[in-house]
């Protein structure tokens, strides 16, 4: 009787553990899309002209931002 209790135990854990798994990488997966839209909208500062401008506008020439071509080829 005990050791069946125990496989239910047992059973109803390995279940648990089953879906708590299954659920770690969706949620992992939300959380690096919600970080990498946040990138996206991080603003950084022209490195000739001081204008700022999100990440995903700016022109990244040597780990520097630039808000325009024009900034960059000054630069
Ligand atoms: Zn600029």
Redesign the pocket.
Known sequence: MLIKLLLVIGVIAAVYFFFIKKSTPLTKERHDKKRKENDDETMVE??????F?TTNEAIIVDKKF???T???D?A
């Open positions: 022209c490195t000739v002209c001081s204008t401008i630039y808000c325009s024009e900034c960059r000054k």
